[in-house]
């Protein structure tokens, strides 16, 4: 259903939008940069999950907001300063460290081509390559890019 890397300083992800089969319903956005600074990569089967997590994280994560009781999502949350938080199925964040980390359907692959040396973009297209729920535009944001992830609209 989709497949985010961070890989060195870099989050990238597919953009098939998941329509609960092999039907194709569009693309959209898996990775966002928080008003904190904040990297974040989202997966989730969940009609609207992404967006509430990512406002959810803006508006400070807090134990008292809590959104639906049993969320379904994979998230990789990297701060400015480069901590890193997982996310899997819960609210709870797991604090990691390493330079790589993957998360969606499509992990495997990517995990295997950086191992093979690709960088977090060619790890995605590999995955999409292989994965049949990855697909779409590959989208990617740096930890300390200014600029946002989306121009005028597309990826």
Known sequence: MSVVVYHKGVMAADSRAYSGSAHPAGNKLKIHRLKDGSIVGITSNQVGMPEAFVEWLNN??????????????????????????????????SRVWGDTFTIGSGRKYALGAIAMGADAKRAVEVAIEHDLWCGGPITSLALNDTLPPLVKGKP
């Open 60 to 93: 400070g994560g807090s134990r008292d907001d809590l959104m639906p009781a049993s969320p379904s999502l994979s998230a990789i949350v990297v701060s400015p300063s480069g901590d890193i938080a997982l996310y899997d199925d819960g609210y709870t964040p």
